[in-house]
């Protein structure tokens, strides 16, 4: 057994592997886009590394794309043929790897939470137990998981990453102030934090600074290189979102470009939200997009059956209406109602109650439906918080609402005069 960076235990004596499995720590928590060949050169040193195969199962499984999914399933799969012989805390770890592969994201985060307070040490599970409260909509215990372990951390040369999550968890929870203190602490320690950056960001947006966010970010945008791309183009995102509330198109559609779109467009299911997000608050605007639409439509044909996330299946099913494509729109929302027999009841209550008809009110509006997507979209909002997002990412879809309640009036307006 060996030490790891974070100064816990693995059980490997193959030499050379904790080196790999230090650096994919440090990546993985700086978002970086060499965890994947850090965790398979640790892999090559000793694929009998019950922890090493959960940290592969883990990577894979956060790319939410069916291909990822199945990948991940070997490496668990590994992980726990070794794991009777693993640390107590990795056997943990493997058991919160698994439950989230079969979609018990409640026992995920039991495990989750078990680790931070017999290991705090252990910000990996910090950061992944962060990763499904996000997408549960609940920023409190998001916060909380990070904060519980903070003293304990102090001295740990990833106490940067630490404050970052820290930071991000404060905004969400809108202590706005306290947020950008704890993030300006973590850029002290590591200026090159990405996910500290972005959690200022969020400040920024918060308080309506545009212009203070385009310099912030600007500033930092030579450290983002060595992201992966969902934080690449997340990051560019935030960037393209203030220079739309200066109306700056001619800058927005650049940056989608260069940057979001065109960065990496043909597999990250997270990379493909953003850009759709994006082309949707430009029309908002009264933007023309040109062909961007039927540019994104059919990298989103190998989404229709993977449901990975409810969050993402909303974006798909609104670029694939704008774009036109009713038969995907169609094969999606049967898919739905399919693959809520298949989960949890927690789980299909969220994908029959609340994504069906939200679902419906975003076709409704890319089809110009005003009254339809009224209808379904205003009982359902309050709902929305369920499908995870950041408070950014949801108000999107209040000012969906609020384009139909408008082109409406407009509409009937025009018609009382005519």
């Known amino acids: 057994m060996v030490i790891d960076t974070q100064g816990l235990t693995v059980r490997t004596d193959a030499e050379g592997a904790i080196a790999a499995l230090d650096r994919f720590i440090d990546q993985s928590l700086y978002y970086g886009n060499q965890a994947e060949s850090a965790i398979l050169q640790a892999l090559s040193l000793d694929p009998t590394c019950a922890i090493a195969q959960a940290y592969a199962a883990a990577y894979y499984l956060s790319q939410e794309t069916a291909i990822a999914h199945r990948t991940a399933m070997a490496h668990l799969k590994i992980a726990q043929q070794y794991a009777p012989i693993a640390t107590e805390r990795e056997q943990w770890y493997i058991s919160a ?164 779109w065109g960065r990496a467009n043909s597999f990250s299911s997270k990379d493909q939200v953003g850009a759709i997000a994006t082309l949707i608050r430009l029309e908002l605007q009264g933007v023309e997009v040109g062909q961007r639409w039927n540019a994104i439509a059919p990298y989103l044909h190998a989404r229709l059956h993977e449901h990975r996330l409810p969050f993402q299946d909303l974006h798909y099913v609104y670029a694939l209406a704008r774009a036109g494509y009713t038969d995907w729109v169609n094969d999606l929302l049967h898919s739905w109602t399919s693959h809520a027999q298949r989960v949890t009841p927690e789980s299909q209550s969220i994908w029959l109650q609340v994504v069906l008809p939200v679902a419906k009110g975003l076709i409704a509006h890319a089809q110009g439906n005003w009254t339809i997507a009224i209808a379904q979209l205003q009982p359902n909002l309050p709902k929305l918080q369920a499908v995870g997002g950041s408070r950014t990412q949801r108000k999107l879809f209040e000012q969906i609402y609020q384009h139909a309640v408008l082109q409406h009036e407009s509409q009937w307006q025009a018609f009382k005069a005519g």
Not at 159 to 187: P, R, S, W
């Open 97 to 260: 790897i698994a439950a989230w592969a079969r979609g018990d994201i409640s026992e995920a985060i039991n495990l989750h939470e078990a680790i931070a307070l017999h290991y705090p040490q252990d910000l990996i599970s910090v950061q992944q137990g962060q990763y499904h409260y996000f997408y549960r909509g609940d920023a409190r215990r998001l916060l909380r998981i990070a904060e519980k372990v903070l003293p304990m951390n102090l001295d740990s040369p990833h106490l940067h990453y630490l404050y970052g999550m820290t930071a991000f968890g404060l905004e969400q929870c809108g202590e706005v102030d306290q947020a950008m203190k704890v993030g300006l602490q973590a850029i002290a320690l590591n200026r090159a934090d990405p996910w500290a950056q972005h959690a200022i960001a969020h400040v920024l947006e918060e308080q309506n600074r545009p212009a203070a966010g385009i310099a912030w970010m600007e500033k930092h945008s030579d450290t983002w290189e060595q992201c992966n791309s969902m934080l690449y183009t997340h990051n560019w995102w935030h960037v393209a979102l203030y220079y739309l509330a200066l109306g700056n198109v001619e800058k927005v559609l650049a940056l989608y470009d260069q940057h979001i």
